[in-house]
């Protein structure tokens, strides 16, 4: 029987995510004496994020336990039901995202592996067992051939390395400590001077780096290089635009001397480049300076690969800030918003700090919006928001509905807060705005609540003066 064939037979099938190891053992056991091939089944778990975070084996047969569970020194027993990631003991962590990839993800996999556990090469198939949740393993020693275990143990070492730092960026931690933690697992293998990500806007900027002890930090300096010339630049020497090795910066000489002499002024003999993408274009690149990387380890693929990784992260975080900043601010005056407003006030309230509070209201807005139209009307909360951005500071002004804005102004004392209220009504006649404006200084915080409450009382007293003198019933 082809090990890759193995059949699966339609009782086993229907145990659909049994737990009961002896029923799962008892319908392999046929397979017990397969002497030339190991076969195993393992349960793979997931964390409260989906990711994979463990497996346990059920079922292995004879040969599988023979020539893997013995290295370990323990019986049959002993090794059923443990966890992998325990017995592992800093072994590969690509069986796991094998296993993960066929048992939750349908995927069938063939392909050739070095198993530390046996200090060997196999070649193996996984794929899903009987329900989702369980892969089955079948493996077979590679005959030995050194040239062919040698470009093995390169490729496995170098895809190790890869699932290593893509498992460092899904951490359950804040991005920037994720990618930091990376940088320096790629740096602890290829020995650089200086790791680290530009990212190609208007201007090249470091978004983060690595240094090894007495490397001078180069985030100061990305930005003299323009990125019409890095683009063409590593459009040239990767491998179409993917990845590549200079082992001679002089090469870049010929192309660009500004951009050889940036290099070669600061030190840098050799250099990694491994571009990332977005929607065809050039976002960034991930670059490690005078590498000096370990000799079983393809450090261009590394780095090319990687850099996808972070480049994904980088955009990820992008999108979170946009959507934070979205829900924190107005979308028309581009001020706070009301959701901003509830944060803060929350943390002013368990602070004992003072605070300038102050209610605006636009008045005549209906008017506005009747002789000019909703755009007039929009112009003129753009102009009250500029106003009070320019008085109070912009990270001090909310906009918390229609035509009302609310001012929590810290870091200033009593009397300027005052002076910087009354002068309000005239700054905004001169934009020919109308404001009611209501405040009141708070010592401390704690009671900020009940204080806004006597500041919306002012500022409502203050808008029926208003429409009073017009004549204006309300």
């Not at 079983?296 to 934070?324: I, K, N, P, S, Y």
Request: proline share 3%; glycine share 6%.
């Amino acid at each position: 029987m082809d090990y890759e064939e193995f059949p699966l037979t339609e009782d086993l099938q229907r145990l659909e995510g049994s737990d009961n190891l002896q029923k799962i053992q008892k319908y392999y056991q046929p397979y017990d004496d397969v002497s030339d091939f190991g076969l195993g089944v393992y349960r793979v778990t997931l964390d409260e994020c989906g990711q994979p975070q463990d497996m346990k084996l059920v079922y292995a047969n004879e040969y599988l336990h023979r020539t893997y569970v013995m290295q370990k020194g323990q019986t049959y027993s002993d090794f059923i039901g443990k966890s992998y990631m325990e017995l592992a003991e800093g072994t590969s962590l690509r069986w796991l995202d094998i296993a993960y990839r066929a048992a939750w993800l349908g995927r069938v996999i063939h392909d050739n592996i070095y198993a530390a556990v046996v200090n060997k090469f196999v070649k193996y198939t996984a794929k899903r067992a009987f329900a989702p949740g369980y892969v089955l393993f079948t493996l077979s020693f590679i005959e030995e051939n050194p040239a062919l275990e040698e470009n093995l143990q390169r490729t496995w070492k170098t895809d190790d390395a890869i699932v290593n730092v893509a498992r460092i960026l899904r951490m359950p931690e804040k991005m920037e400590h994720n990618i930091e933690n990376a940088l320096a697992e790629l740096a602890r293998l290829l020995h650089p001077s200086n790791l680290y990500i530009v990212e190609h806007k208007e201007v090249r900027s470091c978004a983060y780096e690595w240094a090894a002890p007495g490397a001078e930090l180069v985030k100061h300096t990305v930005g003299s290089i323009s990125v019409p010339l890095v683009h063409s630049a590593w459009t040239r020497f990767t491998d179409n635009g993917a990845g590549a090795f200079l082992k001679d910066v002089r090469v870049l000489k010929g192309f660009s001397e500004e951009l050889y002499y940036y290099y070669a002024d600061r030190g840098v003999h050799s250099l990694i480049v491994a571009p990332y993408y977005y929607r065809g274009q050039i976002r960034g690149t991930l670059l490690a300076e005078n590498p000096l990387p370990d000799a079983d380890l393809d450090a261009v693929r590394l780095m090319e690969t990687t850099a996808f990784f972070f480049g994904e992260e980088l955009r990820a975080g992008m999108l979170l800030q946009q959507l934070d900043y979205a829900n924190r601010h107005d979308s028309l005056t581009g001020i706070y918003n009301r959701n901003a407003m509830e944060t803060d006030l929350e943390l002013y309230s368990q602070s004992d700090i003072a605070l300038g509070v102050a209610y605006i209201d636009l008045n005549g807005m209906k008017q506005i919006n009747d002789q000019g139209g909703h755009a007039a009307g929009d112009s003129a909360l753009c102009v009250v928001a500029g106003l009070l951005g320019e008085v109070f500071g912009k990270s001090s002004v909310y906009r918390i509905c229609g035509d009302e804005f609310l001012v929590l102004q810290r870091g200033v004392d009593r009397d300027s807060f005052v002076e910087e209220l009354a002068a309000l009504p005239a700054q905004a006649e001169r934009l020919q705005v109308s404001l009611a404006v209501g405040g009141q200084f708070v010592e401390h915080s704690t009671n900020l609540r009940q204080e806004m409450k006597l500041a919306d009382k002012a500022m409502y007293e203050d808008k029926r003066c208003y429409y009073k003198r017009l004549g204006i019933e309300r």
